[in-house]
């Protein structure tokens, strides 16, 4: 725990965007002509809307415009963000305002490394916005996850050494990224699809008080 930062990624972890994100992508791929399902979404998570979007047309077999790529991303961003416009606190997942508490009472630097550039506007909607000492999010890197810059960066804006801090992840990209940078990766969800993490648990109610 001792000098130690902890960086927690936000859909799927802090808030259950994760569904809102699916809504909005397979409405797109509808768009396509293509299905996506939730095993092709989970390969989704964690990654930018640009290479979500360039993955889902590869999946579709389909080449688009240039201006028609950008249509089809502002439009799902659009539609996402209809769903975030009604997120209130009900939409943070169990246990981590008790878990981010813990952290507090012992002195532990917080941020936020996401993909998301909604992701200022979310922890705001939710009431955590003040919870975190830093925030680097899509706006703050050109490199989306599996790289590892979003959480290389918040290490650094929290001035903490990269081998000290763990980051908290439910996506394969989000653990490959912080496995990349030497972190402790911890998964939330199936250790199936996060068996690349260093420890997994379901949620932040089976973590408790274990501060790694």
């Known amino acids: 725990m001792k000098n130690k930062g902890y960086i927690f990624d936000l859909d799927g972890v802090i808030v259950d965007t994760a569904r809102f994100h699916f809504l909005a992508w397979k409405r797109t791929a509808d768009e396509l002509a293509f299905e996506l399902t939730p095993e092709l979404n989970e390969k989704l998570k964690g990654v930018s809307r640009v290479d979500s979007l360039n993955k889902i047309l590869n999946w579709a077999g389909k080449s688009i415009p240039q201006d028609e790529f950008e249509r089809l991303a502002k439009e799902k961003n659009e539609y996402y963000l209809s769903f975030v416009e009604q ?3 009900a939409d943070i997942l169990p246990g981590i305002v008790e878990y981010i ?7 532990c630097p917080v941020a936020l ?3 998301s550039k909604n992701a200022p506007e979310i922890l705001k909607k939710v009431g955590l916005f003040k919870e975190f000492d830093v925030i680097v999010d899509g706006n703050s890197v050109t490199k989306a996850k599996p790289d590892p810059e979003v959480f290389l960066v918040a290490a650094e804006e929290l001035g903490v050494k990269k081998t000290n801090c763990v980051v908290f992840e439910d996506s394969e990209a989000g653990i490959e990224a912080a496995n990349s940078a030497g972190m402790i990766s911890v998964g939330l969800g199936d250790p199936e699809v ?5 420890y997994v648990f379901a949620d932040f109610t089976k973590i408790q008080d274990n501060l790694f």
Do not use: P, Q, R, W
Request: aromatic content about 0%; hydrophobic content about 40%; cysteine-free.
């Open 87 to 89: 997120m209130t606190s």
């Open 101 to 107: 508490e813990l952290l507090k009472a012992n002195d």
């Open 113 to 115: 490394g996401s993909a």
């Open 194 to 198: 996060l068996k690349d993490a260093k």
